[in-house]
């Protein structure tokens, strides 16, 4: 009987911190999507498992000095892209692409590509997280 008691104990009691954990990374509007290369990587229908995590590039965009282009569209989100892998700083050598700014269109989207920074097509990792 003791057994059963804890056992349902413990359900209760993980089940708040399953349902807290799950807030924090929910609540992303319909505008709120990121896009490598045109393929999403965060909404529009790719889901939210990318949010606040640390993701390398593929390889074929790493060899391709032309690749990637980047592009965020909302204004609750933002990419931090990193020269280093592991998305680590190194000098100034990272760029945020995003318009964090409530005020501005919900549709409103942010590319960045090495069309504007040469140096981009040798960038390595990606963050995405919300303003």
Not at 55 to 60: D, E, K, L, N, V
Request: hydrophobic share 35%; proline share 5%; aromatic share 8%.
């Amino acid at each position: 009987m003791k057994s059963v008691f804890l056992g349902m104990l413990a359900c209760v009691a993980a089940k708040p911190l399953v349902l807290s954990s799950e807030k924090a990374v929910t609540g992303l509007d319909i505008n709120q999507k990121v896009y490598i290369e045109n393929a999403p990587v965060l909404g529009d229908g790719a889901g939210e498992g990318a949010l606040n995590q640390c993701q390398a590039f593929a390889p074929q965009h790493v060899a391709n000095p032309d690749a990637p282009e980047i592009k965020v569209c909302g204004t609750g989100v933002k990419a931090t892209v990193f020269l280093r892998g592991r998305c680590e700083e190194y000098y100034e050598h990272s760029v945020t692409v995003g318009k964090c700014d409530s005020g501005a269109a919900p549709d409103t989207c942010d590319t960045y590509s090495p069309d504007d920074l040469k140096a981009f097509g040798a960038y390595q990792s990606y963050k995405i997280e919300q303003c």
